[in-house]
């Protein structure tokens, strides 16, 4: 595990790993971060009143916020300042909203190391164990480091096609999952996957899921997948309303490329990652999958258990 420990006596931030005895050893690498935290909401619901007063909170402890230019202009207030990029920049970004919130925050952090505190406005939120109710203990809480963080294992993918005429197609990002998806009033499509240098399975139906374990709560539970917990470094590989009923859900292991090649592509089939960022497909596409080197990190409270959140998530699930 790692957190971010500041040093006010030197006006810099320490990289530092936690070990098993609570104590900390510090990395070679020292971090310069500025009194500056990042803001990201919502952006089809956002909670503009609370943003206001978290903003105006911020400054009241001489520490200024930092939005998007690409969220703007979602708020103004003398407070904030809209950045390009949280690089360099924040020493965690807070992200109100749902878990497509936390999803859009862990692409814009994780290349960079930069922590999210999350806190679940929306229904279910399974990364977040905060709520508007604790939101302020809990930014208290990370502005004196005090909390331990949460990795995450990330996914990436990349389209590998045969003529490339627009230039290199774009690697994309994921926390939850990656999807192949054959598209509305369409033939069926069908999927060949190889796990490594093996052919591991084919599968003729609506397109396929693969998904990191922090993303087996979502799309891939609905399609017949198991809940992975985060800790386990493997992939999972699950079809989307297959024809035949033996063709079940995989887990695979994380240190091998997932490759998946295509046929019967239509005109509306595409891959789609974390339900957010979207790229068309076409006839003999090749889709590779593996786990990125960037990792998403939450800030936690220190007696956050994965399954007792789960468990709650859950039973608010059924309330629903």
Not at 9 to 27: I, K, L, N, S
Not at 268 to 281: F, H, K, N, Y
Request: net charge negative; glycine share 10%; charged share 20%.
């Amino acid at each position: 595990m790692v957190a971010r420990v500041e040093d006010r006596r030197r006006g810099h931030c320490v990289a530092a790993a936690r070990v098993e005895d609570g104590r900390r050893a510090p990395f070679l690498r020292e971090v310069n971060v500025m009194d500056s935290v990042g803001l990201m909401l919502n952006l089809i619901n956002p909670p503009v009143n609370l943003a206001r007063e978290l903003v105006q909170w911020f400054a009241d402890r001489g520490v200024q916020t930092l939005m998007l230019e690409s969220d703007a202009p979602q708020l103004v207030h003398s407070g904030l300042r809209y950045v390009s990029s949280f690089e360099g920049r924040a020493r965690f970004v807070a992200a109100l909203g749902g878990d497509g919130t936390f999803l859009r925050a862990a692409r814009w952090t994780a290349p960079y190391g930069i922590p999210i505190l999350a806190a679940n406005l929306g229904h279910l939120g399974f990364l977040s164990e905060l709520g508007s109710e604790n939101l302020f203990a809990a930014l208290e809480m990370a502005l004196g480091g005090d909390y331990a963080l949460d990795t995450r294992m990330m996914l990436q993918g990349r389209v590998e096609r045969e003529a490339e005429a627009v230039g290199p197609l774009p690697v994309l990002l994921g926390l939850n999952d990656l999807v192949i998806h054959r598209g509305s009033n369409t033939p069926v499509l069908t999927v060949h996957v190889q796990v490594g240098d093996v052919p591991a399975a084919s599968y003729r139906g609506d397109g396929v899921i693969i998904s990191t374990p922090t993303g087996s709560t979502g799309y891939a539970l609905s399609a017949g997948g198991p809940i992975v917990h985060p800790g386990v470094r493997a992939l999972l590989i699950a079809p989307v309303c297959p024809h035949m009923l033996q063709e079940r859900p995989m887990l695979v292991p994380g240190d091998e490329a997932i490759s998946v090649t295509l046929e019967n592509v239509s005109a509306r089939s595409s891959i789609e990652v974390d339900g957010q960022t979207q790229l068309p497909l076409f006839e003999n596409d090749r889709v590779v999958v593996t786990v990125s080197d960037a990792q998403a990190a939450f800030i936690r409270t220190r007696d956050f258990q994965f399954f007792s959140i789960l468990q709650n998530k859950l039973k608010n699930w059924r309330a629903t």
